[in-house]
């Protein structure tokens, strides 16, 4: 078989230790492999990734060491192009001129939308890993870079929790997280946040004051509440301006994370879980698999179809919401 495999949309920790994965699995079984640079982007440009002898396959020399590094080596794209009837064609016509026979692209819901797309153009086999820091597809205990934007996460809020303790305040801090609170929530139970404000629980600001004013007379000085970016209300920003309106009791403070929480050094998580998911991926292609992301769930890999993967939002388990609460009382 001659796979290709891919990055795209928002690029996330661990994205090269599963491309490395992708390439050690597939050439110890006898297979090719070429790496398409730039996502959907890229394959419709026919941008490929070069070994060193000029020749537009990996070898496994050319991910030597490549667990180790945050971003995408094989780069990543959104790519509109790519959404239309047109583009997909244009595709599916590469990938024939280019005799590839399987794909394996890693990303998130808007990936997995493509490649049901391109199924429906193109009959080689796809098999996808999930890729994406913000942990929101159905099927998988886990997404690669997940672990490693909530350690950057943690790590921001730390730093901030000390300045908050200093000056009395409280700071929003807003993570990412366009549709889903899991960052949020895994941030604010691991820094001891307060107040968590996520896309899957209403956003109340009376409610939200009385609490906080019930921690000030139990004698809290500083405060720290989690945003995520999705929230339903808005961002921190946003979110800051509306609790000033409803006599917040505290001093207030802003801090966005941003994209700060996609790079960095993958955790041993991220690179562990990658490289399993990866190797899953090519396994699956060799069973003659087709239209499925490999997912982890109990440390084992499994085959989840990709209309699953995005058809719900993936809910935060009640338990954890309980337990941010809980620490906070
Ligand atoms: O999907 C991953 C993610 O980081 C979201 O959390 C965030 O909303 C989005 O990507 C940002 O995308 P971009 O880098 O294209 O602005």
Redesign the pocket.
Known sequence: MRIGVFCS??D?PGMNACVRAVVRTALLHGHQVVGIQRGYQGLLDEEFYHNKNGEALMTPHCVAGWAQYGGAFLKSS?CDEFRTREGQEKAASILRKHQIDALIPIG?DGTFHGAVALADVWDGLIVGCPG???N?LIGTDYTIGFSTAVQTAVDCVDKVHDTADSHDRMFLIEV???H?GY?AAYTGISTGGEILAIPETPTDFPEIVAKLNELKQRGKTSILMIVA??DEEGGAEILNEQLKKHDCPFPTRVLVLG?L??GGTPTPEDRRRASHMGYGAVTALMRGETGVMIGTQNDACVSVPFETTYAEHRAIPQQLLDLVDTLAS
């Open positions: 949309g928002g996330a959104r998130g994406t820091i913000d929101d990412m997280g366009r889903s960052i970016e999705g994209h929480q996609r």
